[in-house]
Protein backbone atom coordinates (compact mmCIF):
# COMPACT_ATOMS: atom_id res chain seq x y z
CA UNK A 1 0.00 0.00 0.00
CA UNK A 2 1.60 3.45 -1.25
CA UNK A 3 1.64 6.23 1.11
CA UNK A 4 0.15 9.54 -0.14
CA UNK A 5 0.86 13.00 1.34
CA UNK A 6 -2.32 14.95 2.03
CA UNK A 7 -4.21 15.88 5.57
CA UNK A 8 -6.45 14.37 6.96
CA UNK A 9 -9.30 15.48 9.13
CA UNK A 10 -11.38 13.72 12.10
CA UNK A 11 -14.31 14.84 13.57
CA UNK A 12 -14.22 14.14 17.12
CA UNK A 13 -15.93 16.73 19.20
CA UNK A 14 -19.28 15.93 19.75
CA UNK A 15 -20.82 15.32 23.00
CA UNK A 16 -21.86 11.74 22.79
CA UNK A 17 -25.18 12.64 24.67
CA UNK A 18 -27.13 9.51 22.98
CA UNK A 19 -24.68 7.26 25.07
CA UNK A 20 -26.47 7.84 28.65
CA UNK A 21 -22.91 8.71 30.43
CA UNK A 22 -20.60 7.17 28.64
CA UNK A 23 -18.31 8.83 25.84
CA UNK A 24 -18.59 6.47 22.16
CA UNK A 25 -15.17 7.59 21.12
CA UNK A 26 -13.58 6.34 24.34
CA UNK A 27 -15.02 2.56 23.52
CA UNK A 28 -12.81 -0.18 23.48
CA UNK A 29 -12.19 -1.65 20.25
CA UNK A 30 -9.33 -4.37 19.64
CA UNK A 31 -7.96 -3.36 22.61
CA UNK A 32 -7.97 0.62 22.08
CA UNK A 33 -10.47 3.28 22.54
CA UNK A 34 -12.28 3.88 19.10
CA UNK A 35 -10.65 7.27 18.22
CA UNK A 36 -7.35 6.03 18.60
CA UNK A 37 -7.77 3.36 16.38
CA UNK A 38 -9.03 6.06 13.75
CA UNK A 39 -6.13 7.82 14.34
CA UNK A 40 -3.86 5.33 13.95
CA UNK A 41 -5.78 4.17 10.58
CA UNK A 42 -5.06 7.86 9.51
CA UNK A 43 -1.28 7.62 10.53
CA UNK A 44 -1.30 4.69 8.07
CA UNK A 45 -2.80 5.74 4.89
CA UNK A 46 -1.27 9.53 4.71
CA UNK A 47 1.98 10.90 5.61
CA UNK A 48 0.32 14.45 5.49
CA UNK A 49 -1.20 15.83 8.77
CA UNK A 50 -3.69 14.34 10.64
CA UNK A 51 -6.07 16.80 12.61
CA UNK A 52 -8.49 16.12 15.16
CA UNK A 53 -11.24 18.20 15.92
CA UNK A 54 -11.85 17.87 20.12
CA UNK A 55 -13.89 19.33 22.47
CA UNK A 56 -12.34 21.77 24.40
CA UNK A 57 -9.22 21.24 27.29
CA UNK A 58 -9.73 19.26 29.50
CA UNK A 59 -11.07 16.49 28.08
CA UNK A 60 -10.03 12.44 28.20
CA UNK A 61 -10.33 12.08 24.78
CA UNK A 62 -6.64 13.63 24.64
CA UNK A 63 -5.44 11.38 26.70
CA UNK A 64 -6.64 8.53 24.72
CA UNK A 65 -3.96 10.53 21.78
CA UNK A 66 -1.03 9.96 23.71
CA UNK A 67 2.01 9.78 22.01
CA UNK A 68 0.56 9.39 18.54
CA UNK A 69 1.73 12.23 15.76
CA UNK A 70 -1.81 14.07 14.80
CA UNK A 71 -2.44 17.42 15.59
CA UNK A 72 -5.52 18.21 18.13
CA UNK A 73 -8.06 21.06 17.20
CA UNK A 74 -9.67 22.05 20.26
CA UNK A 75 -13.38 23.40 19.19
CA UNK A 76 -14.68 25.57 22.20
CA UNK A 77 -17.85 25.86 20.29
CA UNK A 78 -18.52 21.98 19.16
CA UNK A 79 -21.87 22.52 21.13
CA UNK A 80 -23.31 24.34 18.16
CA UNK A 81 -23.27 21.32 16.08
CA UNK A 82 -20.57 19.29 13.33
CA UNK A 83 -20.20 22.83 11.07
CA UNK A 84 -18.42 24.68 14.23
CA UNK A 85 -15.49 21.61 13.95
CA UNK A 86 -15.17 21.92 9.74
CA UNK A 87 -14.51 25.14 10.39
CA UNK A 88 -12.06 24.98 13.24
CA UNK A 89 -9.94 21.92 11.14
CA UNK A 90 -10.06 23.63 7.66
CA UNK A 91 -8.91 26.88 9.18
CA UNK A 92 -6.20 24.92 11.13
CA UNK A 93 -4.98 23.13 7.26
CA UNK A 94 -1.60 24.40 6.19
CA UNK A 95 -1.52 27.21 3.44
CA UNK A 96 -0.36 25.12 0.47
CA UNK A 97 -2.23 21.45 0.48
CA UNK A 98 -4.47 20.93 -2.71
CA UNK A 99 -6.88 18.69 -0.64
CA UNK A 100 -7.86 17.34 2.26
CA UNK A 101 -9.98 14.05 3.73
CA UNK A 102 -12.18 13.85 6.58
CA UNK A 103 -14.13 11.44 8.43
CA UNK A 104 -16.08 10.74 11.45
CA UNK A 105 -14.62 9.75 14.16
CA UNK A 106 -17.61 7.41 14.92
CA UNK A 107 -18.00 4.73 12.01
CA UNK A 108 -15.53 1.82 13.41
CA UNK A 109 -16.14 -0.46 10.44
CA UNK A 110 -14.53 2.21 8.77
CA UNK A 111 -10.76 0.13 7.44
CA UNK A 112 -7.27 1.39 6.34
CA UNK A 113 -8.32 -0.12 2.78
CA UNK A 114 -11.40 1.46 2.72
CA UNK A 115 -9.31 5.52 3.40
CA UNK A 116 -6.89 4.17 1.11
CA UNK A 117 -9.19 3.58 -1.87
CA UNK A 118 -11.16 6.86 -1.64
CA UNK A 119 -7.34 8.08 -1.44
CA UNK A 120 -6.50 5.80 -4.49
CA UNK A 121 -9.46 8.04 -6.35
CA UNK A 122 -8.23 11.47 -6.01
CA UNK A 123 -7.40 12.71 -9.22
CA UNK A 124 -6.03 16.53 -9.19
CA UNK A 125 -5.48 16.68 -12.99
CA UNK A 126 -9.00 16.20 -13.17
CA UNK A 127 -11.99 18.74 -12.32
CA UNK A 128 -13.35 16.92 -9.63
CA UNK A 129 -14.05 18.68 -6.51
CA UNK A 130 -15.35 15.68 -4.29
CA UNK A 131 -14.32 12.35 -3.57
CA UNK A 132 -16.76 10.49 -1.52
CA UNK A 133 -17.19 7.03 -0.30
CA UNK A 134 -20.58 5.64 -0.04
CA UNK A 135 -21.70 2.30 0.80
CA UNK A 136 -22.76 -0.86 -1.94
CA UNK A 137 -25.90 0.57 -2.21
CA UNK A 138 -24.29 4.20 -3.39
CA UNK A 139 -25.70 6.22 -0.08
CA UNK A 140 -23.23 8.94 0.58
CA UNK A 141 -21.11 8.33 3.47
CA UNK A 142 -17.29 9.29 5.01
CA UNK A 143 -14.09 9.64 4.17
CA UNK A 144 -14.86 13.03 1.87
CA UNK A 145 -12.24 14.43 0.10
CA UNK A 146 -12.88 17.68 -0.92
CA UNK A 147 -10.79 20.59 -2.90
CA UNK A 148 -9.22 23.03 -1.92
CA UNK A 149 -11.14 25.35 -3.90
CA UNK A 150 -14.19 24.20 -1.14
CA UNK A 151 -11.79 25.25 1.68
CA UNK A 152 -13.44 29.07 1.80
CA UNK A 153 -16.71 27.73 1.79
CA UNK A 154 -16.74 26.24 5.26
CA UNK A 155 -15.84 29.76 6.47
CA UNK A 156 -19.45 30.39 6.46
CA UNK A 157 -21.03 27.45 7.91
CA UNK A 158 -23.04 27.21 11.00
CA UNK A 159 -25.42 24.40 12.53
CA UNK A 160 -24.96 20.40 11.95
CA UNK A 161 -25.30 20.11 8.47
CA UNK A 162 -22.12 18.26 8.15
CA UNK A 163 -20.74 20.83 5.08
CA UNK A 164 -23.57 19.46 3.41
CA UNK A 165 -24.01 23.04 1.60
CA UNK A 166 -20.10 22.93 0.50
CA UNK A 167 -20.71 19.48 -1.43
CA UNK A 168 -23.94 20.99 -3.32
CA UNK A 169 -21.46 23.81 -4.51
CA UNK A 170 -19.55 20.66 -6.02
CA UNK A 171 -22.53 19.73 -8.08
CA UNK A 172 -21.89 17.37 -10.28
CA UNK A 173 -18.35 17.38 -9.95
CA UNK A 174 -18.42 14.65 -7.55
CA UNK A 175 -16.58 11.41 -7.93
CA UNK A 176 -18.29 8.44 -5.45
CA UNK A 177 -16.24 5.41 -4.45
CA UNK A 178 -18.43 2.72 -3.67
CA UNK A 179 -17.24 1.06 -0.34
CA UNK A 180 -18.48 -2.58 1.18
CA UNK A 181 -21.36 -3.03 2.96
CA UNK A 182 -22.34 -0.24 4.89
CA UNK A 183 -19.29 0.95 6.52
CA UNK A 184 -18.91 4.27 4.94
CA UNK A 185 -22.28 5.30 7.13
CA UNK A 186 -22.53 2.91 10.07
CA UNK A 187 -22.03 5.04 13.05
CA UNK A 188 -22.89 4.12 16.98
CA UNK A 189 -24.59 6.38 18.72
CA UNK A 190 -26.36 4.39 21.67
CA UNK A 191 -25.19 2.12 23.92
CA UNK A 192 -27.89 -0.65 22.25
CA UNK A 193 -26.20 0.09 18.69
CA UNK A 194 -22.47 -0.71 20.47
CA UNK A 195 -24.68 -3.57 22.06
CA UNK A 196 -25.58 -5.00 18.19
CA UNK A 197 -22.33 -4.15 16.65
CA UNK A 198 -20.05 -6.46 19.40
CA UNK A 199 -22.22 -8.97 18.98
CA UNK A 200 -21.82 -8.65 15.03
CA UNK A 201 -18.04 -9.03 15.83
CA UNK A 202 -18.20 -12.00 18.18
CA UNK A 203 -20.51 -13.96 15.45
CA UNK A 204 -18.00 -12.84 12.24
CA UNK A 205 -15.30 -14.08 14.89
CA UNK A 206 -16.81 -17.10 16.25
CA UNK A 207 -16.30 -16.49 19.23
Known amino acids: MSRRSFPIIILAAGASRRMRGRDKLLEIVDGLPLLRQQAMKALEVSSGPVLIALPAIPHPRYDALDGLSVQTIPVPDADEGMNASLRAAIAALPDDVPCAMLFLADLPDLTVNDLQKVADAINLSSDTLVWRGVTQDGAPGHPIVFRSDLFNAFKALHGDSGGREVI ?23 PEEWAAWRAEQKDKNGT
Open 168 to 190: ALAKDRITLVPLAGDRARRDLDT
